[in-house]
């Protein structure tokens, strides 16, 4: 390539006008000095020195120009290799973009998916949301009615409060005691409990079965059985325009009198004053008597 570039550049300095007429020149003075004498031979051989060292000059700077085109070819050359790779840079670089991109728009593909599926269970989930907001309201409503009709229970339940204490205290005795009790109060109905309860001969009868068991009993159990007693009394007061029987409590310090007390077995003395009331009696207000006597020491 470069030996192409110099006769390239030889051809051009040859083709110049002036080249060309010194050449034609000593052509045609070759042609004529064929027939003259030969004393014209120098002045034809300075002019071809002058002609050679002219061809000289324009062949070193053709020289010149053929060594600055290598350099500069040289230097295209390597720019050229180097633009070369940065485009094989690039062109690696595009096509690991493309690739990324291509991943980027499976992964984006992907994540559209998962969010129409999210999309789908949010939706459902936001109909779950209602369907329980619903149910919550509803339940709201039915514990609403729930709590008013217990409220209504409770206040139909409250005047028998009592009884329903007093019968749990009851069958709280022992099964031997609840046994003796049985024909007066029985323990496994309420309602039989309360019937039998109420009425006066079996509340004095229970004072009787109390009486017979006094010094046998513990204190706890002849309290609670002489509470279940006061309570029976009371509910039947109640039905009367004013109350008919009372228990005589308040005795202690009394004189002993024959009407109103009952000596204990252990009690040796005749006269004296109430020291301690064991059991105690049932008056009775309308006929001013007792209906049974306390049961006291003195």
Request: net charge negative.
């Amino acid at each position: 390539m470069e030996w192409e570039q110099f006769n390239d550049l030889l051809r051009q300095a040859l083709e110049t006008p002036e080249v060309r007429a010194l050449i034609r020149q000593i052509a045609a003075e070759d042609d004529h000095m064929a027939g003259t004498a030969p004393a014209a031979r120098p002045e034809q051989l300075r002019e071809l020195e002058e002609l050679n060292a002219k061809l000289r000059e324009r062949i070193d700077l053709a020289v010149e120009e053929r060594d600055a085109l290598e350099v500069r070819l040289r230097e295209e050359q390597r720019r050229n290799k180097q633009l070369t790779s940065q485009a094989e840079e690039r062109e690696r670089q595009l096509r690991e973009a493309r690739r990324q991109g291509a991943e980027w728009e499976n992964q984006l593909t992907l994540a559209n998916q998962r969010c129409t599926g999210l999309s789908a269970k949010l939706q459902e989930a936001e109909q779950q949301c209602k369907a329980i907001s619903v149910q919550q309201q509803e339940a709201l409503a039915k514990s609403q009615r729930m709590e008013e009709e217990l409220k209504q229970q409770t206040a139909r339940l409250t005047p028998l409060r009592p009884l329903l204490e007093h019968f749990d205290a009851y069958r709280a005795l022992p099964g031997t005691l609840l046994k003796t009790l049985a024909p007066l109060l029985p323990a496994d109905n309420v309602m039989g409990f309360w019937a039998n309860g109420c009425q006066i001969d079996n509340i004095l009868h229970l004072w009787d079965a109390l009486k017979l068991q006094t010094g046998s009993l513990s204190p706890e159990h002849q309290a609670v059985i002489l509470d279940i007693l006061s309570f029976f009394l009371d509910r039947y007061n109640s039905v009367w325009a004013s109350p008919v029987y009372q228990l005589m409590t308040q005795e202690v310090g009394r004189p002993f009198d024959d009407l109103r007390h009952l000596r204990s077995g252990d009690c040796s003395r005749f006269q004296g004053d109430v020291a301690q009331v064991l059991l105690p009696g049932i008056w009775n207000l309308n006929r001013n008597t007792a209906e049974r006597k306390c049961l006291v020491r003195f």
